[in-house]
């Protein structure tokens, strides 16, 4: 059951990725059929891409104070709280 999961968590990124980079609704819904052999309606791919943008504005009126980034780069490490 985890493994059906985590395949379904893999789809929802790439839908969110194709989204976040311009691509259409149709071709979402072209690329999950032949790549993933999903059958996605527009309206699904479209209510998916509406519940990222509804997390994504949540997301953007959070105070800065509130946001932490952690980096790993070679050599060094850590994290930022807030707006700096």
Do not use: F
Not at 31 to 44: A, D, G, H, K
Not at 64 to 81: A, D, K
């Amino acid at each position: 059951m985890w493994r059906l999961i985590n395949e379904a968590m893999k789809v929802e990124h790439a839908i969110v990725d194709m989204h976040m980079q311009g691509v259409s609704t149709r071709n979402v819904t072209e690329i999950t059929r032949e790549v993933c052999c999903l059958e996605m309606t527009p309206v699904l791919v479209s209510r998916a891409t509406a519940a990222l943008e509804e997390q994504l504005e949540d997301w953007r009126k959070l105070p800065s104070s509130r946001i932490t980034i952690c980096y790993l780069t070679p050599g060094t490490r850590g994290c930022v709280t807030g707006a700096q």
